[in-house]
Structure formats: structure tokens, C-alpha cells
């Protein structure tokens, strides 16, 4: 059986700076606190709290003296001028890419236009980049976009995790909506790369394996890509989600993982397939088998 992993699979540059941003300033401060999860991956944000960062729900929580850390996905205006207002120290841990589209979305509106967001609803980074200004409109399918009222002038961008395909089917239906449409591509580069990469390798192998939250956005959209050209396509968590079945009988395996998906669990994964493949042989032809 061979195994192949994703060139650019697991964390991306963004992610990985502020999950060490976040290790950094614990180790400095003692403690750091943050409002939500610093990304989407329950592993990370566990592993985080074993060496003193804690999640909190309002500033108040935070005691006097501590920091805050706002998170790779983005922190809403209002909060950023609470946290000032109360003097605190502020570690922005914000995507630089993420901080990109803010400033995008910034522009468009002082040019009169309003603004589209296309992502997620309720998702952390829409939340931000929609709360830039005021009453941003957020769509997230073709269906939403044919039930919005025909305008004048709108500025539209995407989350930084979106699908290609998704955005420009719903960029199709509001050309036939606003007269004057100034849109701008804010797909991340890692985004666009690895839903590449996983393309290319849902056709090459027998099966894919997704490693990344279910609470992450761009997990989830790797595994839907996959499944589009691989019906054996699974998504884990971890190695303790592998099912034996799934590689019965499969010489080539792909893995690929989510940008909020640690080195150390991909590893895992891997060597746990291994393993898992091993036995498999050994049930079937013991013989062939030399034990180390």
C-alpha cells in the first residue's frame, strides 16, 4: 500500500502563527485569554489549554492585567474598541489575509457600494468581515443570491476559505442583479492550493482521507471537494476515527487536512494506517509477514 500526504496538508501560514502567537504569549504572561476558539480544531485549543490559554466568553472575564488574543478568523470592530477602551493588552492573532479582505471591504463601502459578503452564515470570519460596516449583506448559495432585490452598486467579497466553484456560480447570479458589481477575490492562496492539490489526489487514489474538525469550514469543504471525485472519502478528527474497512483491498491512499490540523495528527494518521494495514496482512498471508 502506498501512502501519499498532501504537499501543503494541515496548518497554514495564518493559522500557524497564531496558534504559536498563542503558546508564545502563555509562556510570557502565564496565562492568555481568548474569545472562542483560536481556530477550528478542538485538539489544538486542548493542547493550548494544557499550558495556561483559556476561552472566555466577554472581555469582563478577563482578569485585570492579562491579555487578550483575538483569533486567526478575525475580531469584530466593536470589540476591538471595548478592549481599548479598557486598556487591555491586545495580541492580535487576525490572518493577515483575513485582515486583507477587512481593509477590501472597507474601500468598497467609502465607494458608496454594499457589500456582499458570500460565506457562512454565523461563521467567526464572516461575522468580522461583515461587521466592518454597516448592514453587509451575507449570502451563502445560489439560492440566496436569486432572492436578493435587483441594486445599483454593490461590492462583493468572500470568505477566505470558499469554494471556487460556490463563488463564482453565486458572482454569475449577481451580474444579473446589480447594475454596477466591483468584485474582489479574497479566496486565500492556501485555500485555492489545496483545494488543487485535493483534487488531483481524490483521482489518483483508492481512498482519501480528510483529517479536521467537523466545526471547520475549510475541513468540510476539502471533504465535499474529495467526494466529488472520490467516493471513498472520509473525514476523522483523528486517528481513533480510521475504520479497518476502508482500506481492505486499496493499494493508494491520500491524505490531505484541514488549515486548522496540527503536524502531530497527521503523522498519526498516517502511522496508524500503516498499522492498520499490517494487521490487515498479517490476517491474510502470516506467512509473508516477518516480525521485526
Not at 485582515?99 to 471591504?105: A, M, N, R
Not at 479566496?187 to 479536521?212: S, W, Y
Request: hydrophobic share 40%.
Amino acid at each position: 500500500m502506498k501512502i501519499t500526504i498532501a504537499k501543503d496538508a494541515g496548518y497554514c501560514f495564518g493559522v500557524r502563527d497564531a496558534v504559536n502567537m498563542a503558546y508564545t504569549s502563555a509562556e510570557k504572561y502565564g496565562d492568555v485569554y481568548m474569545l472562542g476558539s483560536i481556530v477550528h480544531n478542538e485538539k489544538v485549543v486542548k493542547d493550548l489549554e494544557n499550558v495556561g490559554s483559556q476561552i472566555v466568553r466577554t472581555l469582563d472575564d478577563v482578569p485585570r492585567e492579562s491579555p487578550i488574543l483575538f483569533r486567526a478568523h478575525g475580531t469584530i470592530p466593536k470589540l476591538w474598541d471595548e478592549a481599548k477602551a479598557k486598556k487591555m493588552k491586545i495580541i492580535d492573532a487576525t490572518c493577515p489575509l483575513v485582515d486583507e479582505i477587512h481593509q477590501e471591504v472597507t474601500k468598497l463601502a467609502e465607494d458608496g457600494r454594499k457589500i456582499i459578503v458570500i460565506g457562512d452564515h454565523g461563521h467567526d470570519e464572516v461575522i468580522a468581515i461583515a461587521n466592518q460596516v454597516e448592514n453587509a449583506i451575507v449570502i451563502s448559495s445560489t439560492e440566496e443570491a436569486l432572492n436578493l432585490k435587483k441594486m445599483k452598486k454593490a461590492g462583493v467579497v468572500s470568505q477566505s476559505t470558499q469554494a471556487i466553484k460556490n463563488v463564482q456560480k453565486i458572482i454569475n447570479i449577481l451580474m444579473t442583479k446589480v447594475f454596477d458589481l466591483h468584485f474582489v477575490n479574497t479566496i486565500c492562496f492556501p485555500t485555492k492550493r489545496n483545494h488543487d492539490q485535493i483534487k488531483e489526489m481524490a483521482r489518483l487514489n483508492d481512498v482519501m482521507i480528510i483529517i479536521g474538525s467537523f466545526t471547520s469550514a475549510n475541513s468540510n469543504r476539502l471533504t465535499k471537494l474529495s467526494l466529488d471525485f472520490n467516493p471513498q472519502s472520509y473525514q476523522v478528527t483523528g486517528s481513533e476515527d480510521l475504520s479497518p474497512e476502508w482500506f481492505m483491498d486499496k493499494d493508494t491512499i491520500g491524505i490531505s487536512a484541514g488549515a486548522s490540523t496540527p503536524d502531530y495528527l497527521i503523522k498519526d494518521v498516517k502511522e496508524n494506517i500503516e498499522k492498520i494495514y499490517k494487521e490487515e496482512l498479517w490476517n491474510k498471508e502470516p506467512s509473508k509477514l516477518k516480525l521485526a
